[in-house]
């Protein structure tokens, strides 16, 4: 009788600890479509922000409680990327799009463009990037092309990566490796592109 009591409790711990990691696994899963669920949702408010600064009106916040407004869109025709860049990288913004870092030249304009993203939203696409692919940028200002001329993976101690240039030229950067597990990796995936005349 005690053996069976044993048995039975036993069985009923099993049970508890089967629903828990399973609850743990829905949890961890939700987390990570709520990610992708944000950052593909906000794109679509930025789109119609940026219709505003693409008719010369002053960019609109796209959300009311927004800090950051769209200043330009970047596609990759190849690759069939269609992003739209904010005014501000902060760690907030970057979850809801790439951003221009303050302090470079302004996307398509002339000198260094830095935009950033993170690694598994927006900017998964840079590990499919190679040299002579081409980017669009577009402002308010009108359009400019550029083409892929390096492709490096950097620590995140690099602030030359930020450093003004001679001529037009975009860099993209996020963190490496794509497909690591923790947060703040110590390298960084680097994607310099060049204007194309």
């Known amino acids: 009788m005690t053996g069976e009591r044993l048995q039975a409790t036993g069985g009923r711990w099993i049970a508890l600890v089967i629903v828990i990691l399973a609850c743990a696994g829905l949890w961890q899963v939700a987390e990570a479509g709520w990610i992708h669920a944000k950052a593909y949702v906000a794109q679509n408010l930025i789109a119609s922000a940026w219709s505003d600064a693409r008719s010369g009106r002053t960019p609109r916040r796209p959300w009311p409680w927004a800090d950051m407004r769209p200043v330009a869109r970047l596609t990759v025709p190849s690759h069939h990327v269609d992003l739209f860049i904010l005014d501000n990288a902060s760690n907030r913004a970057l979850a809801f799009g790439p951003a221009h870092v303050s302090g470079t030249a302004a996307p398509g304009s002339s000198g260094n463009a830095v935009i950033v993203a993170h690694r598994d939203t927006h900017f998964a696409f840079l590990r499919g990037l ?56 110590p390298l960084r995936y680097v994607v310099i592109a060049d204007l194309v005349a």
């Open 130 to 185: 190679h040299a002579d692919d081409e980017i669009e940028v577009e402002t308010a200002r009108g359009a400019a092309r550029y083409r892929v001329r390096e492709v490096a993976i950097v620590d995140k101690s690099d602030t030359r990566l930020l450093d003004a240039a001679d001529s037009p030229q975009l860099t993209l950067i996020t963190c490496y490796p794509f497909d690591a597990v923790r947060r703040g990796t």
